[in-house]
């Protein structure tokens, strides 16, 4: 069974960094991509940032780029999103994901709030 927790949110003040975790367990991490997602209150959920299987390819929304960073450690089978320089329009729930067949797995999310 798959499972992914999140876990590193809570309340940073502008310009604060934050590190979320994703762990993952119930298939082979080492195969899959992870996608990093973030819902905002009243909007959409969007994607934010993937992480390809090996680690060695990252992509960003263009409002973080520079700003966060993935990486996976495939032997903690834990993946990572870095966020430096956060701004209050970051503020939302942050979500890891990974399609596994035709599955896609979800994490329950964590909160991060920016705020002064």
């Known amino acids: 069974q798959v499972q992914l927790v999140e876990s590193g949110g809570g309340l940073v003040q502008p310009g604060g960094s934050l590190r979320l975790s994703c762990a993952a367990s119930?298939?082979?991490?080492?195969?899959?991509?992870i996608r990093w997602y973030r819902q905002a209150p009243g909007k959409e959920r969007e994607l934010v940032a993937t992480?390809?299987?090996?680690?060695?390819?990252?992509n960003y929304i263009g409002s973080v780029k520079g700003r966060f960073t993935c990486s996976r450690d495939n032997v903690k089978n834990t993946a990572y999103l870095q966020m430096n320089g956060l701004r209050p329009e970051d503020t939302a729930v942050y979500y890891c994901n990974a399609i596994v067949g035709a599955n896609s797995n979800w994490g329950q999310g964590t909160q991060v709030t920016v705020s002064a």
């Open positions: 992480i390809n299987s090996s680690g060695a390819g990252t």
């Open positions: 119930g298939f082979t991490f080492s195969k899959y991509p």
